[in-house]
C-alpha cells in the first residue's frame, strides 16, 4: 500500500487511491470512488461510491463529496463543505436516474461550509467564498460569495483578486 489510512478511517475495498494520499480520522472513503496521488483526506471526510477525484487535492474536516461528483487537480476544499447530486431529492425516489453530475475544474478552492448545488461547473481557479451557496456555473478565475452565490471580483492563479486599472 503506497498511501496512508489512519486506523480509524474506513477505506473499502474497490476504491482506488493514489500515491502518497493521506486518508485521516474517521473518513469514509467508499468502494467504487477514484483519489488521486498527493490527496489530503481531512477527518470526517466522507467520498461517495462513483467520485472522482484528481492529484493534489485536499479536504478539509466534514467535508461531504457525493457521487457525480467530478474534482480536478490542485483543489482545495474547506471544512463542512458539501456538494449535493439530486436536483429534486426525495428519499422514497432515488435512483441513479437522479444523479445530477457537477465539475469542479483544476485549481478551485472553496470555502469553509460552502454548498455546491449539483448540475454546475466550477471554472478553473475561481474561489468559492466561506458560507456561499453556488447554484449556477461560476467562471474560471472569479470570486463568488453570497446565497445565492454571484461573481464580485475575478482572480489570479494565486487566488488573491486582480485590481483595476
Known amino acids: 500500500m503506497d498511501y496512508f489510512v489512519h486506523p480509524t478511517a474506513i477505506c473499502e475495498d474497490g476504491a482506488k487511491i493514489g500515491k502518497n494520499t493521506k486518508i485521516w480520522h474517521f473518513a469514509h472513503v467508499r468502494s467504487g470512488s477514484k483519489l488521486g496521488a498527493n490527496c489530503i483526506v481531512g477527518k470526517d ?4 461510491s462513483g467520485a472522482v477525484i484528481g492529484d493534489k487535492c485536499k479536504f478539509q474536516n466534514n467535508v461531504n463529496v457525493y457521487n457525480g461528483v467530478i474534482i480536478g487537480n490542485n483543489v482545495f476544499v474547506g471544512p463542512n463543505a458539501t456538494f449535493t447530486n439530486d436536483l429534486y431529492p426525495r428519499a422514497e425516489h432515488w435512483d441513479d ?5 457537477t465539475i469542479v475544474e483544476d485549481g478551485v478552492s472553496i470555502g469553509a461550509s460552502a454548498v455546491i ?3 454546475i461547473t466550477l471554472g478553473e481557479y475561481c474561489v468559492v467564498g466561506a458560507g456561499a451557496v453556488v447554484t449556477k456555473n461560476v ?3 472569479s470570486l463568488v460569495v ?3 452565490a454571484r461573481v464580485i471580483k475575478k482572480v ?3 487566488g488573491l483578486p486582480i485590481k483595476d486599472n
Not at 45 to 48: L, N, S, W
Not at 97 to 101: A, P, V
Open 97 to 101: 436516474s437522479r444523479l445530477t453530475k
Open 156 to 158: 489570479g492563479k494565486d
Open 146 to 148: 453570497g446565497n445565492p
Open 139 to 141: 467562471p474560471p478565475y
Open 117 to 119: 448545488v449539483c448540475g
Open 45 to 48: 471526510v466522507y467520498i461517495d
